[in-house]
């Protein structure tokens, strides 16, 4: 699996934006872009997927560049339970395994 | 989706002895993982828990210390056998359903050896 790179942490304001990037610059043309979060104590969540087209979901919208070497999770409006490890995977989907990197802990604030 | 039941939610063990721990999903699943989570790291994978055969194993894990039953397709069992303090993690069951596409994981077994 091609490697990420995200910051290791990042802080936001409730009720703000939150905006976590990943390169992925080694990416294969058939590896899909993956995020999951981890709250405290608890197994990871599915957030959401995508391939090179921007993705929406109820939880977060994913913005991946045209060069697909690099993506951004979009958290619209954090809230205090949106703390949490956020974790950006590429993987060939339908393919078996996912790989953790070390992720960035969000600290959403009042 | 799938609801995903690890057992036991924690335990607290002793030197030398060894832990069954039990996923069971309340649909039959195509994929079966085990993960590993050191206190303050990532996740590891152990190995693929295959239906009818043998579990594939990641680099640095072994069968012998961490045999691996899956005898359907809802159910797997980790077993950590001759447990040292380091062996003190969180181990976490995963699933697929369907088309592979997502992961689904369990709560986690949270184990301290003493």
């Known amino acids: 699996d091609a490697k990420t790179t995200q910051p290791t942490s990042m802080d936001c304001a409730e009720g703000r934006a939150a905006n976590l990037p990943c390169n992925h610059s080694t990416i294969s043309g058939n590896e899909y872009v993956y995020w999951y979060r981890q709250i405290h104590s608890q197994g990871p969540q599915y957030i959401i997927h995508?391939?090179?087209n921007n993705e929406t979901n109820e939880m977060a919208s994913l913005i991946i560049t045209e060069d697909r070497k690099s993506s951004t999770l979009i958290l619209p409006h954090a809230t205090l339970r949106d703390t949490a490890v956020y974790y950006c995977i590429v993987r060939v989907a339908g393919f078996q395994k996912l790989v953790f990197g070390t992720g960035t802990r969000l600290l959403v604030s009042p | 989706s799938a609801v995903i039941s690890q057992k036991p939610s924690r335990d607290i063990c002793q030197r030398g002895t060894s832990l069954t721990i039990q996923c069971q999903v309340d649909s039959q699943v195509t994929m079966m993982f085990w993960y590993r989570q050191q206190p303050g790291q990532s996740l590891t994978l152990i190995a693929t828990?295959?239906?009818?055969?043998?579990?594939?194993?990641e680099s640095g894990f072994v069968i012998d210390k961490f045999p691996i039953s899956r005898p359907n397709l809802t159910f797997s069992t980790l077993t950590v056998s001759n447990m040292s303090p380091e062996d003190s993690s969180i181990y976490l069951c995963s699933v697929s359903v369907g088309t592979n596409e997502k992961l689904f994981f369990g709560s986690g077994t949270q184990l301290s050896v003493l």
């Open positions: 995508g391939l090179k």
């Open positions: 828990a295959n239906q009818g055969s043998e579990a594939t194993y």
